[in-house]
Antibody, heavy 121, light 113 residues
Framework: EVYLVESGGGLVQPGGSLRLSCAAS????????MSWVRQAPGKGLEWVAN????????SYVDSVKGRFTISRDNAKNSVYLQMRSLSVADTAVYYC??????????????WGQGTLVTVSS | DIVMTQSPDSLAVSLGERVTINCKSS????????????LAWYQQKPGQPPKLIVY???TRESGVPDRFSGSGSGTDFALTISSLQAEDVAIYYC?????????FGQGTKLEIK
């Protein structure tokens, strides 16, 4: 069975930084694209970033470009999201998801349980 | 960006009845070279992460009950539940994976009447 477990969320002040982690198991991580998707409280879903299986390609939504960095460590079966210059608008539950297709034009499944990031002073 | 618009925003249906949720993309998500529609559907129950139910517009994810089906092509798509069960109460989202940024519809909330 596939497991995705996110960690690293919490309360951070505007302008601060946070690093999210996602530990994966139950599938061949090194052969899978991975994504981060977020959901603001009571709102819909927003794709944030994805990364190629070997880490050689990354894509981002415009609102996080230059502030967020997705990375992975295939030896640890983990994907990360480094978030900088956080604003209130970044407050959301952040989900890690496997992207099954072998391109950046991907869908998401399965998903982790999510980790809540709250940006507030 | 490709804008995804779902209709209705919410609906209440009786148990055992048929449900149809619509999704319209602002441009075609049909890739001409492989004739595939780059459209997925998700189900999100309260307090849970989303769950993939359909991809390529009509391919049901493994383990998803066959009462769920996806249809459509180009810019107009639908998710149909043939006979509503109590456990189907959720918010349903469509998502295009034709272009970046990957975008979702606003969601359709399904309740029992």
């Amino acid at each position: 069975e596939v497991y995705l477990v996110e960690s690293g969320g919490g309360l951070v002040q505007p302008g601060g930084s946070l690093r999210l982690s996602c530990a994966a198991s139950g599938f061949t991580f090194s052969e899978s694209w991975m994504s981060w998707v977020r959901q603001a409280p009571g709102k819909g879903l927003e794709w944030v970033a994805n990364i190629k299986d070997d880490g050689s390609e990354e894509s981002y939504v415009d609102s996080v470009k230059g502030r967020f960095t997705i990375s992975r460590d295939n030896a640890k079966n983990s994907v990360y999201l480094q978030m900088r210059s956080l604003s209130v608008a970044d407050t959301a539950v952040y989900y890690c998801a496997r992207s099954p297709h072998d391109t950046k034009y991907n869908w998401f499944g399965p998903w982790g349980q999510g980790t809540l990031v709250t940006v507030s002073s | 960006d490709i804008v995804m618009t779902q209709s209705p925003d919410s609906l209440a249906v009786s148990l055992g009845e048929r449900v149809t949720i619509n999704c319209k993309s602002s441009q075609s998500v049909l890739y001409s070279s492989n004739k595939r529609n780059y459209l997925a559907w998700y189900q999100q129950k309260p307090g849970q992460p989303p769950k993939l139910i359909v991809y390529w517009a009509s391919t049901r994810e493994s383990g998803v009950p066959d009462r769920f089906s996806g249809s459509g092509s180009g810019t107009d798509f639908a998710l149909t539940i043939s006979s509503l069960q109590a456990e189907d109460v959720a918010i349903y989202y469509c998502q295009q994976h034709y272009g970046l940024p990957l975008t979702f519809g606003q969601g359709t909330k399904l309740e029992i009447k």
